[in-house]
């Protein structure tokens, strides 16, 4: 009898192990394996619905890949103590079980991108480790991806067992702003370097959420709705390194723009449909900067020529596809440039442009590919870094165009003071004529010729 029950719930399990996890057995024939410096396990678009009931057998770090497959929840994955990188993007899971990565405490990356998790259904208790001694141990992730899924907040433990985390993805969520909770759960990060937050609703950034965040270097804010440079910034000023602002609908750049960010080496200011002007010292506080891009800013026409301040160690600079028509010579040492595109902009050939290419590398202006201008002589298209000297005695057409816009704008002004006086005069003279003639009115329908004078001393009372 025992042995009939011992071999009934043998089959019960394998039934139910069988709905809950994939066959694992030949694994290597349905996914493709490859045993190189890591483990290898490519089970992409394989239809399941399920993880697997145990990983092939490995001594080495385990990448393993589920891409594009229906598993709607995620399951406890099987255990090894070997060192884990997973990848779960595009598998429609809606939920995770509750220490689902407890057995693969050395999960080191997860990938939960393009999913459908959402706010109530995550939680701290779905990342916990495995319980020793009363408690439960932290995984070892440092990566955690979980851009473009349906989160609009984070509980406030939900990073308790992941201490160790380096690097985290928000990309493409529902957040409108960071919640008092996403607060809280960001500031348990002490060891976060990377925070994408790209493609929300963000309108600014709460300091509270990123004052705790001592290691930060890098933090992506593009494709969100900031109308300014968010000034909580400063909070990340001695330690960031790398910050995008890109698709935006930040209008306007200026000498407090980033001020308190000295630290900052990349900055991403592309397609910023708002700006036109780039103002004095609007870099000038940023002394480390290497790599500036200013790229698809389709509506921006001008730079301040001091715009960055003295002593700037720029390297790299991108300018393409923006609509300015000029670019001073004065803006920067030049020379010190490794990469510079200035492709697709409305430049007119002048001085400036001449000496910026004489200062500029060789390996930069050998590029047959470059920026043009126009001719503001013929109107023809010339190549920029083949001007000649001969453009330094030419007229520009834009100054001159200039000198009648503001002589226009002068006359213009005139005119509307002196239409605004005339309206002025002309309204007291009426007024001063209406007031005369209600006055004039009243006084010819009065029912007296002549006013009765009444004098009290002179009233005698007889008896």
Known sequence: MKKFIVIYTFLICSILADEIYENSKDICERCKCRDEDEFLLDCTDQGFKYILANWPAHNKTLVATFSYNNITTLEILPPTNQTVRLVFDHCNIKYLDPGAFKEVKNVEFIDL???LLTTEEIDGEDFKGPYNKSVYCPIAVKHLNLAYNQIHSLPR???????YLEELNLAGNDFVTLDPNTQM??????????????????????????KSLNKLVELNLSSNHLDFVPETLDYLGKHLKVLDLSDNFIFELRDGSFLGVTSITELYLDDLPRLTTIYVDTFANLPNLRKLSLRNNVNLMTIDREAFGINQTLEEL?????????????LLPWSKLRVFELKDNLLECDCNLYNISRDLDASITRERDGPVCVDPRTDNIREVYALSQDICGVKSKRNLI???IRHFETLRVVLITLSCMFTLATFIALTVAFLRYRRGTAFRSYNFTT????????????I
């Open 402 to 404: 200039g000198h009648a």
């Open 185 to 210: 759960a960001l500031a348990t990060l002490p060891n976060l370097r990377v925070l994408n937050l790209a493609s929300n609703d963000l309108t600014d950034l709460d300091g509270d959420a990123i």
């Open 113 to 115: 991108s393009y999913n």
């Open 318 to 330: 991108y300018l393409t596809n923006n609509s300015l028509a000029e670019l001073d010579y004065r």
């Open 451 to 462: 006013q009765v004078q009444y004098n009290p001393l002179q009233t005698q009372f007889r």
């Open 157 to 163: 433990k939900f990073f308790e067992s992941m201490p």
